[in-house]
Nanobody, 115 residues
C-alpha cells in the first residue's frame, strides 16, 4: 500500500555530516506529516524531526541547530541533514509518514557515529 525506503546511513566520525533520505511510494494522499525517528541500543524509539504538509517543523531538543528536515512534496521525499554529529546520535533511523489512511514506517537505516 505505502512503502518508505530510507537511504544514506553509514559510518561517520564525530563532528561530521550525513544526509538521510526517505522516498515514499504507493497509495499516498493527504499527507499529514513525514519525519524521522531513531532507536538507539537499549532505548525506545524517539522522535527526531517531523515536517507537516504546511512545512511546520519540529525537532527533539538534542538535535536542534544540528539537524535539518526538509521535504520535496512532488516526490514524497523527506531528508534529514545531520551536521556536527555526536556519538549519541548513533541509532537506527526510521522514516515515518502519517496520512489519512494511517501511519507507515520504513525499515530503517543505521547511522553509526564513531572515530
Amino acid at each position: 500500500q505505502v512503502q518508505l525506503v530510507e537511504a544514506g546511513g553509514g559510518l561517520v566520525q564525530p563532528g561530521g555530516s550525513l544526509r538521510l533520505s526517505c522516498s515514499a511510494s504507493g497509495s499516498i494522499f493527504n499527507i499529514y506529516s513525514m519525519g524521522w525517528y531513531r532507536q538507539a541500543p537499549g532505548k525506545q524509539r524517539e522522535l527526531v524531526a517531523t515536517i507537516t504538509s504546511s512545512s511546520r517543523t519540529n525537532y527533539v531538543d538534542s538535535v536542534k541547530g544540528r539537524f535539518t528536515i526538509s521535504r520535496i512534496n512532488a516526490q514524497n521525499t523527506v531528508y534529514l541533514q545531520m551536521n556536527s554529529v555526536k556519538p549519541e546520535d548513533t541509532a537506527v533511523y526510521y522514516c515515518n509518514l502519517r496520512q489519512a489512511s494511517g501511519e507507515y514506517w520504513g525499515k530503517g537505516t543505521l547511522v553509526t557515529v564513531s572515530s
